[in-house]
């Protein structure tokens, strides 16, 4: 069970979240969607830890930990002077993983970093943080930049986490997230929950005045 609440979350004087609520009972996929700047990535900060703010995330009953959570950004970071290669073996170190000889998507590992195109990094970012089993899975408008091909894989790959674990997908497509439990709308500093395929709910709260 996944249990985030957040009394307060702000910038400065300016407030992004204030007693924001997601409750999450059982694994399955779940979506996340808001306009720009409503506050979705700050909801994912909040949960990895990575901000301070006032309120608490628990997972079964305890303080959920960054490296129970697979997280995929919007825009991974990664080092551009390093080859593929060369990253693959840093992030195994880092985490103490063992090095793969394979991967879920085929990259050349001589490549440096800096050559590959937003699709690829993305891939690269998706293989290294995918060859660790995860508790709670955050993707964040995963699909962005992938050619129609890994976005099937992807897609596929979502769906089979979500049978044995929570995942949370944000995505400004609405029909990417046909297959999801309940959908979370951030607006207005706070999480309203709504069952799909009730979309027209959906659109009423996120461009309603």
């Not at 720009?36 to 009953?61: E, I, R």
């Not at 693959?88 to 394979?102: N, V």
């Not at 609405?174 to 309203?192: A, G, H, P």
């Amino acid at each position: 069970m996944l249990e985030v609440s957040i009394h307060k979350k702000s910038y400065g004087n300016k407030v992004i979240l204030e007693e924001a609520e997601l409750h999450i009972a059982e694994q399955g996929l779940y979506g996340v969607v808001g306009k720009n700047g409503a506050g979705k990535t700050s909801l994912f900060a909040c949960m990895l830890g990575l901000t301070d703010f006032k309120g608490q995330v628990l997972y079964n009953g305890t303080p959920l930990r960054a490296e129970q959570v697979g997280f995929i950004p919007t825009e991974p970071y990664l080092y551009d002077y390093l080859t593929v290669g060369e990253f693959y073996r840093f992030y195994a170190a880092l985490m103490q993983l063992k090095l793969r000889d394979s991967y879920l998507f085929e990259i050349d590992k001589e490549l440096l970093i800096k050559e590959l195109s937003t699709g690829m990094r993305r891939k690269v970012y998706l293989n290294v943080v995918l060859q660790k089993e995860s508790d709670l899975y955050i993707f964040d408008e995963p699909f962005n930049g992938l050619d129609i091909e890994t976005v099937y894989t992807l897609r596929r790959l979502i769906k089979n986490l979500a049978e044995e674990h929570i995942v949370l997908m944000a995505s400004h497509l609405l029909e990417s997230l046909q297959s999801c439990k309940m959908i979370f709308v951030v607006k207005d500093r706070k999480v309203t929950a709504v069952a799909p395929p009730d979309y027209n709910t959906i659109e009423t709260i996120l461009f309603q005045d």
